[in-house]
């Protein structure tokens, strides 16, 4: 049972890494050819949802860095 966990953990973490680069990539994309994919636009929009939930919003933002840095 251990292994099926360690098996899944492992592509779970493969897959977040690889959407990390495909992130960066699309910002890389974005600014060299006036953001053809949408991404920054999509990154400034999840950041306006956020900041237009005032507290709360910073809350949720704290919460998912902290989990995400564990």
């Known amino acids: 049972m251990n292994k ?3 098996t899944v953990t492992a592509f779970i ?13 699309g910002i890389v994309v974005g600014i060299l050819f006036d953001d053809y994919f949408g ?7 999840l950041m306006s949802k956020f900041g237009d939930a005032g507290f709360a ?3 949720a933002l704290m919460l998912i860095v902290f989990w ?3």
């Open 4 to 6: 099926a966990f360690e």
């Open 13 to 25: 973490g493969d897959v977040t890494s690889l959407l990390k680069g495909l992130v960066v990539l």
């Open 39 to 45: 991404v920054i636009a999509g990154i400034g929009d």
């Open 57 to 59: 919003g910073l809350l």
């Open 68 to 70: 995400y840095k564990k």
